[in-house]
């Protein structure tokens, strides 16, 4: 099965209570405080979420970008039509500054108190989201709305540690979770991390971030502010912004995605690469394929994070039958990975990344 070791036995539930056993024994040893985080110390008895300013602030760029009907976004009411939009794309990091880890767990069968319709699927990305989970709104500096973003949904797992000396407790996609002093980044590449501002005139606005809008995520202790609002200035209509293709020419800014997943993507024009980055765990093995949809034919390609140490490759699962392509991996080391997808001969079109 893909995610367990060579034995068909999970690493996960070892390496949970392990990592539980110290972030226990770290607790005791420094009185609950956590340390790493300047100023900063974990809220005793409760998660307590916030949105990391400094990253906000530091991320936001409005740029131009077309989709076409069929393109997940437009179905999904992310951007406001079709053609060219010009989007106001961001970062945020959703941190848990609690002493209590956030447990979620299986998103199909949610942990209680988290309510059991709490998420939705979505066939787009491949993988459950928490619906509505981050609010996003473009606003004047007097505080009344110019534009509001697609209400964005979470998949929560561990991505980056905020607070020194806390363990992960392991989680992924299909068991979420936010463990105390760590944080879940939705990079600026990822489908929806936006405002679509087009049309929007141009000065200076506030961007305001709400995690948790409707309390889904019970926080006992809420000391830290569910909402950012950084100050931005927003071109003119009429100002030339870059003009970007839905992922990235390059592995430098290769689009970031969680494990299972499913991004929709496409080859535009000829000769156009799309790289993403994935992060894979020692001992488990990983099955990345392309799903043709507008796209006549594929190839994938699999390297390390550097984008040129190559791990596998495919161009069609069955030559001149299925040309849609597949690599099975084992990972030998915890670290990331980067994937190249193509569209051999001048190919274009649309396609889903699977990531499982």
Known sequence: MVGESEDGVTKLGTLRALAMATYLGTLLGCGGSGGGVVGETLTPG?????????????????????????????????????GLRRLLRFDTRVRNLGALPLVIGDPAHPTPPIPADAFEFDPCHGHYHMRGFARYELRHTDGTLAAIGHKQSFCLIDTVPVVLGMPSLGFDCAD??????????????????????????????????????????????????????????????????????????????????PVPAGFQAQIRPADDPDWFRIHVEEGRTYVLRTELLTLGDSRLRVFLSDGVTPLGENDDVVPGVDRSSRVERLATTTEDWTIEVTGPGGATGTYRLHVE
């Open 46 to 82: 409760s998660v307590d979420l916030d949105v990391d300013p400094l990253v906000l602030r530091l991320s936001t760029e409005v740029v131009e970008m077309s989709f076409d009907p069929q393109d997940c976004e437009v179905l999904e009411g992310a951007v406001g039509g079709v």
């Open 176 to 257: 979420q979770g936010l463990s105390p002093g760590w944080a879940d980044t939705y990079d600026r590449g990822v489908p929806g991390q936006w405002i679509d501002v087009s049309g929007v005139a141009g000065g200076d606005y506030l961007l305001v971030v709400t995690v948790n809008p409707d309390g889904v995520v019970f926080e006992a202790d809420d000391r830290r502010p569910d909402q950012v609002s950084v100050p931005l200035h927003v071109p003119d209509p009429s100002t030339s912004v870059a003009q970007l293709d839905d992922h990235a020419d390059t592995p430098s800014g290769a689009t970031k995605m």
